[in-house]
């Protein structure tokens, strides 16, 4: 970019602020402290940047992911030195396993007490080198321009990932001069978006010529705002579809083609057409261990195109017979055009047979789940009822464990970006804090926030965020009483010691009172003829969060499920039960 003619001279702190204000930077999560303090003070004349002060670091990169994941634009965050600053490791790391566009601005010790174990200091450059996916330590004020344009290119642009910037405070304090926009120095950052012609073109060969294909969708789809291209090549070529934990959305749920979720928990039919298929066309996905089981014994029979825009991907945990670098958008949009040609040559295999043994497996193995015998409340019963009542437009929001998964096989995902979650960290407290950052970004969505009751009391304090900040996320606790995924796991491989995962929530704390401390409507549900009644009651609360508090009974089970470490092959339908191929199966 070409630096404009003239400039004035601003602090650090100001320019900071004005950088941010030019790169576009809606909103701002954080909370003030000493090193960062300067920052704070034009950032209270700002009329541009809006600041929404969190309860806690943690829940400020949440929020900023949740933001990010919603919008598709940069989540911002900030914080203080030392504690301040480690407080965002965990949603810094979080971002960087699921390529979360987030920008971290640390405050610093001054720079001549760096290194001296001054009050409050961090090496946070040091700490986060391997979770980001570049940072800087500001060492001059008029660097601050260049850095934060630098910080959101990097952190939008190629493989999405977490900046962080920080900056001493004596450089945020120094004098210096403010032009917009600078010019961006990074010689060694080139990402490639453009697939190359000829691999496009081996891999549309592979497509026309497979009798068993499945487009394994990723993460990556959503990130390349690919979800239109996709669904052409999928109608095009009448391949099933399956997409990950990171991918729902991407592909709607409702069409014919789509045969599930793959994974640890995925549906039989999503698992079983991986593992049997002759050819993996995988788009911004990346041989999760949690899709693959054991690796060694994933899809043995299947050819590999993958294509993914980080080259560090391909062949890292599964070697590529095509391997195409590129944006997922442009590389869906090139393979349209290739398959094309490849058939009107008059070459391409019938997938009529393929089609049999899925829709057999579809019918005879469908998802679901079993009435509770003790007459409790069944938590995938509540999960889709949400679903149902507030509908596909709805954004949901997930912590992690039993009621994640619940969530993303329950509920409908008609629309790319309805479905947030922490995927590749695994992080619990993430569903709270993320909320509020989706429904932030996106004020006019319904936002669901489905949480455990583990997960909730890591993060809850961020609902007096919300209260106080008029964002009136919806907040379901499914409240089973206890670390159910930990809970789940010492029923199958520990013969029932259950040690130390009984939270007893069910008493302590009283959610409903606490909701209301927070500033929150409490609401309770602990019967099925009430879950819609107290849906649609929330459904209505549109001027305050609101939060139920679903109690459930504490042995539902998720299923199917791949026990860890263990191939695909030895998926799990329900407790002890293995699907039976028939004669007729690959």
Known sequence: MARQEGSDSVTGAQSLVRSLESVGAEVVFGIPGGA????????????????????????????AEGYAQAT??????????????????????????????????????????????AFQEADICGITMPITKHNFLVQNVEEIPRTIAEAFHIASSGRPGPVLVDIPKDILQAQGQFAWPPVLDLPGYHPTTRPHAKQIREAAKLIAAAKR???????????????????????????????????????????????GMPGMHGSVTAVTALQKSDLLITLGARFDD????????????ALV???????????????????????????????VVAVQEVYGTGTRAD???????????????????????DGSLAPQYVISRIGKIAGPEALYVAGVGQHQMWASQFISYENPYTWLNSGG????GYS?????????GRPEATVWAIDGDGCFQMTNQELVTCAIEGIPIKVAIINNGNLGMVRQWQTLFYDGRYSNTNLQSKRIPDFVKLADAMGCVGLRCETKEDVDATIEKAMAINDAPCVIDFVVGQDAMVWPMVPAGTSNDEILAARGTRPVWGEDDV
């Open 36 to 63: 960062i303090l300067p920052a704070y003070d034009p950032l209270f004349d700002s009329v541009k940047v809006r600041h929404i002060l969190v309860r806690h670091e943690q829940g400020g990169g949440h929020a």
């Open 72 to 117: 598709g634009k940069v989540g911002v965050c900030m914080a203080t030195s030392g504690p301040g600053a480690t407080n965002l490791v965990t949603p810094i790391a979080d971002a960087y396993m699921d390529s979360v566009p987030i920008v971290a601005i640390t405050g610093q010790v001054p720079s001549a007490a760096i290194g001296t174990d």
């Open 213 to 259: 294909p499945v487009l394994y969708v990723g993460g990556g789809v959503l990130k390349a705002r690919a979800s239109a291209e996709l669904r052409v090549l999928a109608e095009l070529t009448g391949i099933p579809v399956v997409t990950t934990l990171m991918a729902r959305g991407a592909f709607p749920d409702s069409h014919p083609q789509h045969v």
């Open 290 to 301: 949690r899709v693959t089981g054991k690796l060694s014994s994933f899809a043995p029979d």
């Open 305 to 335: 195109i993958h294509a993914d825009i980080d080259p560090a991907e391909i062949g890292k945990n599964r070697a590529a017979d095509v391997p195409i670098v590129g944006d997922c958008r442009e590389t869906l949009a090139d393979l």
């Open 351 to 373: 997938l009529t047979a393929w089609w049999k043994q899925l829709d057999g497996w579809r019918t005879t193995y469908p998802l679901g789940y079993e009435e509770p015998t």
């Open 425 to 428: 960290l695994g992080t619990m």
């Open 432 to 440: 709270v804090p993320a909320a509020m950052g989706a429904k932030v």
